[in-house]
């Protein structure tokens, strides 16, 4: 069965208004989403509170649904994790002879899993995300599934992961009304790394030569522009081999496989990115696969994931966008800033070349925000899908500013904000009691499992957490709001009916 012959059933949902699109967001793929300097959290939120409807300032409204006691505990998890010295002697620990001991090991894993695993995870199976998912669902918002999933090296455990991925988006088959909105998929989880390193090699190759021949390239979009960083390959790589040929076709037949669940379930997938060693391997399947499984119309089957903090980032959007537009070839963008700073520029200074990424957070961000008005635009014209995924209060105001101003409905399926689970909530709240459609980036997994993911990705997002002030902040002035005076039992504030 094609793309095309089942391709229908998503659209049709779709355009009955089914939300079963979205935010992240994502670890992984967020560079320190840190704030400009202000005087004080009070006065960005008042200034905030002016911007299209789009409040931080009044607290009450903005944490209705959350309680006390979980933005208590919310409160001092996060203040714990944003200390480097608590997120060093965890990382130490965690990596110490330590957990080969097995009463060391329990106590660690039981300490960790009342805490930062309950704050920032949906739960060790599909059952406990899903009532997580539900939970958020309650609170106006969806849920994007990430089953922690770690890099393969071998078929046998992309096949292993592969499952993992499909019994992820079966569950999600609820009705019409799913709290679901993404699945997330790794690419490296269910193609050998090795692979997707010697794809990449081929591909870069081929940009500096454009005659060499690469006979197993299935048609694609563009993957790499002259801006993209093309050191990685110093000479001509070898052809593949008949095995290595081979692990290419299986990685692809475990994406299509995959593809076809999702169309099945009526549910979109996103994919995320990885560093720039193995991401046109990771854009050249993703982008084959959006070419497969297009059926001409709009709705994207795939996101693919663009990371702002690459100097290369906006052309390679443009141009991919561009191309599937032509092809008519449905395609979403999750705008991310990125997770891999300090080993692409250590690889670029080792190698003595010019890094990839930004020089500055301040370009980073102004890149971030070029992408986003972009695919704004692109949304007002009525072609493309976009999920912005992002930690930054002032990205978010001025993408849900820039939605109003070309006249975007907020409650349109193309548009999405993104964030961590158990982060940036008052971002959350605010863009959704402005009515636009938000959703949470929700890892889970057993404790065992889904604690070395975590731990990768708090390395590659050293920043992220410290920039949670404003969040501290605010929800200690609604805690001691409630405290001088309490809430009336049995009373809730309503949430934006756009967002049931």
């Not at 997938?269 to 959006?290: K, R």
Request: some cysteine; charged content about 20%; aromatic content about 6%.
């Amino acid at each position: 069965m094609t793309g095309s012959t089942i391709r229908p059933q998503l659209l049709c949902r779709l355009k009955s208004g089914a939300r079963t699109s979205t935010t992240a967001v994502l670890p992984g793929n967020f560079i320190a989403d840190t704030l400009p300097h202000t005087a004080t959290a009070t006065a960005t939120a008042t200034a905030a509170s002016n911007n299209h409807g789009v409040n931080f300032s009044d607290t009450k409204e903005l944490f209705s649904s959350v309680s006390s006691a979980n933005m208590l505990r919310s409160l001092i998890m996060l203040r714990l994790a944003s200390s480097a010295p608590v997120a060093d002697l965890g990382m130490w620990i965690m990596k110490s002879r330590l957990m080969d001991i097995p009463l060391c090991r329990k106590a660690v894993f039981g300490i960790t899993e009342r805490t930062f695993y309950r704050q920032f995870c949906a739960g060790e199976d599909l059952t406990a995300a899903s009532a997580t998912a539900r939970e958020l669902w309650d609170s106006g918002r969806t849920a994007m599934l990430d089953y922690g999933l770690e890099h393969a090296n071998d078929n046998e455990s992309c096949d292993v992961n592969m499952e993992e991925f499909l019994r992820t988006i079966q569950s999600t088959k609820s009705g019409n009304e799913s709290p679901i909105s993404f699945v997330v998929v790794k690419v490296t989880a269910i193609c050998p790394v090795r692979i997707l390193k010697r794809v990449s090699d081929l591909l870069r190759w081929q940009h500096k030569d454009k005659s060499l021949h690469l006979p197993w390239k299935l048609q694609s979009l563009p993957l790499l522009a002259d801006s993209s960083p093309l050191y990685h390959t110093a000479k001509r790589p070898a052809a593949f081999t008949a095995e290595e040929e081979r692990d290419l076709e299986a990685a692809y037949a475990r994406m299509a496989n995959i593809c076809r669940n999702s169309i099945d379930a009526s549910l979109p997938i996103l994919i995320d990115a990885e560093d720039t060693a193995i991401q046109p391997a990771i854009d050249y399947l993703t982008y084959a696969a959006a070419v497969e499984f297009s059926s001409g119309e709009e709705e994207p089957l795939i996101f693919n994931t663009i990371q702002g903090y690459l100097k290369d980032a906006k052309d390679r959007m443009v141009m991919a966008k561009n191309a599937a537009d032509e092809m008519r070839v449905g395609l979403g963008i999750k705008l991310v800033r990125g997770a891999y700073m300090a080993s692409e520029n250590h690889l670029a200074e080792s190698l003595g070349v010019e890094s990839p990424i930004h020089d500055s957070i301040q370009n980073t961000h102004r890149c971030y925000n070029e992408c986003a008005d972009f695919m704004l635009h692109q949304i007002s014209r009525g072609s493309g899908s976009l999920v912005l995924a992002t930690h930054n209060m002032e990205s978010g105001k001025m993408a849900a500013a820039k939605a109003v101003d070309l006249g975007i409905d907020k409650d349109s399926k193309r548009l999405h904000f993104a964030q961590l689970y158990g982060m940036a909530e008052a971002l959350s709240f605010g863009l959704r009691n402005s009515g636009f459609r938000v959703s949470k980036y929700l890892p889970y997994g057993p404790v065992d499992q889904i604690i070395p993911y975590l731990l990768r990705r708090a390395e590659e997002n050293r920043g992220l957490l410290s920039a949670s002030s404003f969040d501290r902040s605010l929800m200690r002035n609604e805690l001691t709001r409630r405290l001088k005076s309490p809430p009336v039992h049995g009373k809730a504030m309503p949430i934006p009916t756009s967002q049931l």
